[in-house]
């Protein structure tokens, strides 16, 4: 069974368009979160969500706007796609959050290829 | 945000060599994760490192943190074209909510 999964693999679109990723865990953990991977694959956070509620939002545009519809799912919605957003998006998920020096595993998903043309 | 700077960016070998991996920060960690990424996977946790000089071993892997709690190093031995993938460190600060991780090291491994 797969823990953690992501809809679609792969998402080749037009600039400008909007477009959603879903993940969804079936772990029973409380914390979703969304990383980026680069070209250079430097992996960095964007979103952390934990029992539905939004708990990190590093400097990421407006554009993106994450949303959990209950603690299993986190979906990642794009508006108004950019060349700059071409990337790997990762969902992962853990137990619980992070914080005061507390280590968590997190679980990844395979990752969404998005290419903005 | 809290920068991990890993070292080398890339590294090619043969089977059979000995290799170690460096990941360093001018920041305190409470803790360090090491992962491994296969090509077109998630990243899979290697191992959670805690305490000051703490060193863990997972089959050929070594992993030591160091005394400050401001760098890591990951040790392969006799390396195998099984271990090709691109390795990367991560640290949580003690007032930090989520993991930062450093720019990953690349090596192949081949026969």
């Known amino acids: 069974d797969t823990a953690v999964s992501q809809t679609p693999k792969y998402l080749v679109t037009q600039m400008g368009n909007d477009k959603s990723i879903k993940c969804e865990q079936n772990?029973?953990?409380?914390?979703m979160y969304w990383y980026k991977q680069d070209s250079k694959k430097f992996l960095k956070i964007m979103f952390s969500?934990?029992?539905?509620?939004?708990?990190i939002n590093e400097t990421v545009p407006n554009r993106f706007s994450p949303k959990s519809p209950d603690k299993a799912h986190l979906n990642l919605h794009i508006n108004s796609l950019e060349l700059g957003d071409s990337a790997v998006y990762f969902c992962?998920?853990?137990?619980?959050?992070?914080?005061?020096?507390?280590?968590?595993?997190?679980?990844f998903g395979p990752g969404t290829r998005l290419l903005v043309l | 945000t809290q920068l991990l700077e890993q070292s080398p960016q890339f590294l090619s070998i043969q089977e059979g060599e000995n290799l170690t991996v460096y990941c360093n920060s001018s920041?305190?960690?409470?803790?360090l994760q090491w992962y491994r990424q296969e090509p077109g996977e998630g990243p899979v946790l290697l191992v959670t490192?805690?305490?000051?000089?703490e060193v863990k071993k997972l089959k050929r892997l070594t992993f030591q943190f160091g005394d400050a709690r401001k760098d890591s190093s990951l040790h392969i031995t006799a390396a195998q074209p099984g271990d090709t993938g691109l390795y990367l460190c991560?640290?949580?600060?003690?007032?930090?909510?989520?993991?930062?991780f450093g720019k990953g090291t690349s090596l192949l491994v081949t026969p």
């Open positions: 969500y934990n029992n539905k509620e939004l708990i």
């Open positions: 772990l029973g953990h409380d914390t």
């Open positions: 490192v805690v305490t000051g000089g």
């Open positions: 920041s305190v960690f409470s803790s």
């Open positions: 992962a998920s853990s137990q619980d959050s992070l914080g005061g020096g507390l280590f968590e595993t997190q679980y």
């Open positions: 991560a640290g949580i600060g003690y007032s930090g909510y989520a993991l930062n």
